[in-house]
């Protein structure tokens, strides 16, 4: 009974062992077994208990966060996990890239390269020269309207960002992306000074991190305003121009101090791509691109609109496609010289010249206004000018028509035969031989071995004296001169004098053959005109550091007695008459007397006159670099035309003064000796001893003058009392080199060069360079 009532009760086995199944589930009730219910069979009262209803299986539950979000979850989880990664990665690169550059206490910021700052007599910048082709100019010195250009278009976040700009970075690609090509740049102005003073060029990933961490260093041990200083005085911008101070001389021909806000924004614009958007390059397109630099400089607030209008009327339209300005000329010579005055250039050095800017200026606007004017239709393409004064000192250089197109000095550099313009050499050594300016000679045909010269015209003037023969420039004269004089001593006192080029001893030198620079060939011709003292040319004043320690100092200030002072007053007399009556008439300067001499050399390949005042000696060339004839062109003509301009420019505002002796050749008939005397207007000759005076001709002459330059410095060759002087004897028409006839082997005068007994105390003088630079 027990055992029958447990059994109604029992619980099936179920395989899944859950409270609940479902209906598909196997499992096994009373009426499924074998034997059956054993209290069925035997018909029990009680009724079988109804069998319990299966139970459904639970369907497994979604997973929490299914659908859209639980995907974006997902994509964010997995992000922040390669985020990981790939910062893990980085720091690995930088720790390998940063351990493969030198330890950071060695770090230093290299030097600049040397700059070399060249400046005229009044402290003016003539150019800059160096590496760099500017000085470094410190924030405070230079246009503010630089720093806010580069600002502005470049790093607008400069002054907030540690070095790195991620906010820059990440607009950069974002533009760049959406434009399908390389628009912006992510480095900072530190990022790229980074790169400008240590890294190269290359672009690769070790590069770049090498650079960020550069980036960083800077900040950390610079202030923005000390790195914003350095990188504007060191990037490129275009032409061989590093820096600003540079690249504003290079394309405004201006110091950066003095850079308006148009021209400003020119430089920033370059940064970009400095050769392309260069403005003597492709000027619309520097042009364009400034407009962008004033729109974020208008966007970032430093400028107004209205500044913007008036910016975009500054901007230059173009710009030469080289350095431009006779000035170059002189600096190039400047650093062809400096480093035999003191050495290898190790720091930034400044060259004081004696360069007059307003001289240089007017020097080259006489030979472009005369080659607009003439050369064209004369075929002159070139010419060049160089004017010293008494002392040898270079006042005005101009090597050509236009350095931007040749930077070639045609002045100092180029040689060419001088023509008649070596002719006083000729006349000096005759005048020292004994001859004077009123000894005659004749001037018909004559032969000199297998050579004939012939005059200019192929005209004959008979008999004439050595001054008409010179102020007209015959030719035939001045053969018999150096025949009487030797070529020798020609050659001796032309070197003496400061011609340095080799000089063929032949009787064609009189008429200019030997090859000579237009430099030399003006200095020499200065010893006539400050009564004989050598004027070694010289462009270099004074060297210092930027610190003001002197590294050179030249000492032209002493020069040698070349002439006496009695062959330097005839030769000034003489060739004052070139300009008065013979080839020299278009250089005349009305209230001043002057002096020189014309030159033209064969078929007019070559024209040059060279002349002076108490003031100036200057030397004009014209011709063309290939050699090519021009039309009839002689000295007297172009060149004089361009030395009247530039010296009337020269002389304006001053005092006109005599040159030295004071004027005029007056003949004594009795004995044959001409005195140089002065004729004042209306009046009676009077001596030839001028009065002080403060013009460099007074100066030269009271410095150097009197008894005590006798002492100081060696004689110089006298006339031979016993040559024919005077009306005295004319030589022979037909002479011939070295036939015994006494005029080709004259025993020349003694050199000039042997010291005099000076006493052991010397007194303090004021030297000529002193007075003149106004020391």
């Known amino acids: 009974m027990a055992g029958r009532g447990r059994s109604g009760d029992r619980i ?10 479902d209906d598909d589930e196997f499992s096994l009730d009373a009426d499924d077994r074998i034997g059956g219910n054993r209290s069925a069979r035997r018909g029990s009262s009680k009724p079988p208990k109804q069998r319990a209803a299966p139970r459904r299986r639970r369907e497994p539950r979604e997973r929490e966060g299914g659908g859209f979000f639980g995907f974006l979850r997902g994509v964010v989880y997995w992000c922040v996990v390669l985020f990981i990664w790939a910062g893990i990665g980085v720091a690995g690169l930088v720790v390998y ?50 720093p806010e250009a580069v600002i502005a278009i470049e790093d607008r976040r400069f002054y907030s ?26 480095s900072t102005l ?18 770049k991190v090498q650079e960020v961490l550069l980036a960083l260093w800077l900040e950390q041990k610079y202030t923005k305003d000390q790195i914003l200083a350095m990188y504007l005085n060191r990037v490129f911008f275009g032409s061989n121009a590093y820096g600003v101070e540079a690249a504003s001389r290079r394309y405004f021909n201006k110091s950066a101090r003095d850079v308006n806000l148009g021209e400003a924004a020119v430089l920033a614009g370059l940064l970009k791509a400095p050769s392309r958007l260069s403005p003597a390059r492709d000027a619309e397109a520097a042009n364009a691109r400034a407009q962008l630099v004033l729109a974020a400089m208008r966007e970032q607030g430093f400028i107004t609109d209205s500044e913007v209008k008036t910016a975009m009327s500054q901007t230059p339209a173009s710009a030469k496609s080289y350095w431009s300005g006779a000035g170059h000329y002189v600096a190039d010579m400047v650093m062809d010289q400096l480093p035999g005055l003191i050495g290898d250039i190790k720091e930034d050095v400044i060259v004081d010249t004696t360069i007059d800017k307003s001289l240089e200026k007017k020097a080259e606007q006489s030979l472009v206004d005369v080659l607009d004017k003439e050369g064209g239709k004369l075929d002159a393409s070139q ?32 040689k060419r035969q001088p023509g008649s313009s070596f002719k006083p050499f000729v006349y000096a050594a005759a005048l020292e031989k004994g001859l004077t300016p009123f000894s005659v000679f004749n001037d018909a045909p004559i032969r000199i071995g297998d050579w ?47 011609i340095e080029s080799e000089l063929q001893p032949n009787a064609s030198i009189a008429l200019g053959t030997s090859e000579v620079s237009l430099m030399e060939l003006t200095a020499s011709y200065a010893a006539f005109m400050n009564g004989g003292y050598k004027a070694t040319p010289h462009v270099i ?7 003001g320690k002197v590294l050179y100092e030249n000492t032209y200030d002493s020069p040698p007695r070349v002439l006496s002072e009695q062959i330097a007053a005839e030769m000034d007399a003489m060739m004052m008459g070139v300009i008065e009556n013979g080839t020299g008439k278009s250089a005349k300067i009305p209230g001043w007397q002057a002096a020189g001499k014309t030159g033209t050399t064969q078929n007019s390949r070559d024209a040059l006159f060279v002349g002076f005042t108490s003031n100036l000696t200057t030397g004009v060339w014209f011709g063309n670099d290939d050699g090519k004839p021009m039309k009839k062109v002689t000295g007297g003509g172009l060149p004089a035309k361009a030395w009247k301009e530039f010296m009337i420019a020269a002389h304006k505002g001053l005092s006109p003064a005599p040159l030295f002796g004071n004027g005029q050749l007056i003949g004594d008939q009795n004995n044959g000796q001409p005195m140089a005397q002065a004729v004042p207007d209306g009046g009676q000759p009077v001596t030839a001893e001028a009065p002080p005076s403060t013009t460099i001709g007074g100066i030269i002459s009271g410095v150097f003058g009197g008894d005590e330059s006798a002492n100081r410095y060696p004689q110089a060759p ?27 082997n004259v025993v020349p005068p003694g050199d000039v060069g042997t010291p005099q007994a000076t006493s052991s105390v010397q007194p303090h003088r004021t030297t000529l360079l002193d007075l003149i630079m106004g020391q």
């Open 190 to 207: 530190t990022q790229q000074l980074a790169k400008n003073l240590f890294l190269s060029p290359e672009r690769t990933l070790e590069r």
């Open 97 to 146: 890239y940063g351990s493969r550059m030198p330890s950071a206490s060695t770090w230093a910021i290299p030097e600049r390269p040397p700059n070399v700052k060249i400046t005229a007599v009044d402290g003016s910048v003539i150019a800059n020269r160096g590496a760099t082709g500017g000085e470094a100019l410190s924030l405070e010195n230079m246009s503010p309207y630089i």
């Open 452 to 498: 004939t010269p012939e005059n200019y015209e192929k005209k004959y003037n008979g008999e004439v004296t050595l001054a008409t023969a010179l102020a007209k420039s015959l030719n035939t004269v001045a053969a018999q001169l150096v025949m009487y004089d030797g070529p020798d001593q020609v050659i001796k006192l032309a070197h003496r004098l400061g």
């Open 383 to 414: 010419a060049a000018l160089v004017s010293i004064d008494g002392t040898g000192a270079i006042r005005a250089l101009v090597g050509g028509r236009d350095y931007a197109a040749s930077q070639f000095n045609r002045a100092v550099k180029a």
């Open 12 to 21: 099936e086995p179920s395989f899944s062992g859950r409270a609940a199944r």
């Open 541 to 547: 004043r004074r060297v210092t550091t930027a610190e």
């Open 161 to 186: 960002h540690f070095g790195v700009d991620p906010l820059g970075l990440g607009r950069a690609i974002v533009t760049n992306f959406t434009a399908g090509h390389m628009v912006q740049g992510g």
């Open 718 to 744: 006298v006339r031979q009392q016993n040559a024919p002087s005077g009306n005295g004897p004319v030589p022979p028409a037909d002479v011939a080199e070295g036939d015994g006839s006494g005029y080709g």
